[in-house]
């Protein structure tokens, strides 16, 4: 009598346990995603950008308002996880330009995290993707007076332009969701 006692109370506290988990689970994440396995159900987390991230396309971005020289930006960006922003689509680009006009009711210029600064005209991105995309203004980059990092919403087109690192821009952040 005694172990159908206790098998009783372990399998009542295994379902709370579990039902207070899956509640918890959803609060946090809002709708999960339940899946078929053998018969059994299996909840998955849906992935998301942290409060304040904006999702577009695959990647989470983040439009820092606050002005640093491209490095700062940097270890700003890495310091919540990220990198400054690489580009890799023009959707992405457009997608990005929109999220800041949204934050500040217009196109400030911003730090991106392309840097030519290791050998000139041999761009790449700080978080070591291929810089395979572009948008460049026409004549850019120049390298005037020894430009190595990439700024957007340059001129009226709102593209890319280089300039000096040590300028103090906004930035745009990007990571993974988690």
Known sequence: MKTLTVSALLCAMTALTTAAALSEAKEEHG?????????????????????????????CFLYVPRSMSWASAEKNCQSLGANLASVHKAEEYHGIKKMIADRTHGHPQAWLGGSDSEEEGVWFWS????????????????????????????GDDKCWDDDKCHHGLPSVCAKSPA
């Open 31 to 59: 709708a999960l995603a339940p899946m078929q396995e053998g018969g059994h159900k299996i909840v998955e987390r849906q992935t998301s950008c942290p409060g304040g991230w904006n999702k577009i396309i695959d990647r």
């Open 127 to 154: 978080d070591g993707t291929p810089f395979s995309f572009s948008y460049w203004c026409r004549g850019e980059p120049n390298n005037r007076l020894k430009q190595h990092c990439l700024q957007m919403n340059h």
